[in-house]
């Protein structure tokens, strides 16, 4: 037994900031915003809104600067990001 005890995920205690998941497209930003969700039981987004979750979501997967990719209306009110890396060998012809 490694003392270690897995329970589902809880409602944080207090409000939580945005932050965007910056990547460029191909270094698996789609799987961490799956992994998030799993993890904390909260909703993640996509600059394009395209599950029509607004600003009610935990992270904001984006490829901005990239033309995939852009910043959302309420970018101003966004002070946080993770950056997704994965190595450009294996990235760049992924997304081809």
Same mark, same amino acid.
């Given at each position: 037994?490694?003392?270690?005890?897995?329970?589902?995920?809880?409602?944080?205690?207090?409000?939580?900031?945005?932050?965007?998941?910056?990547s460029?497209?191909?270094?698996?930003?789609?799987?961490?915003?799956?992994?998030?969700?799993?993890?904390?039981?909260?909703?993640?987004?996509?600059?394009?809104d &395209?599950?029509?979750?607004?600003?009610?979501?935990?992270?904001?997967?984006?490829?901005?600067?990239?033309?995939?990719?852009?910043?959302?209306?309420?970018?101003?009110?966004?002070?946080?990001?993770?950056?997704?890396?994965?190595?450009?060998?294996?990235?760049?012809? &992924?997304?081809?």
């Amino acid at each position: 037994d490694g003392g270690c005890e897995i329970t589902w995920p809880q409602p944080p205690q207090k409000p939580y900031e945005t932050a965007y998941a910056a990547s460029y497209p191909g270094c698996g930003a789609r799987m961490t915003w799956n992994l998030v969700e799993a993890l904390t039981g909260l909703w993640t987004g996509d600059d394009w809104d &395209s599950n029509n979750r607004g600003k009610r979501v935990v992270t904001i997967k984006t490829h901005f600067p990239h033309d995939a990719g852009r910043l959302v209306p309420w970018d101003d009110e966004i002070h946080r990001a993770l950056v997704i890396i994965r190595n450009p060998m294996h990235a760049i012809p &992924s997304f081809f």
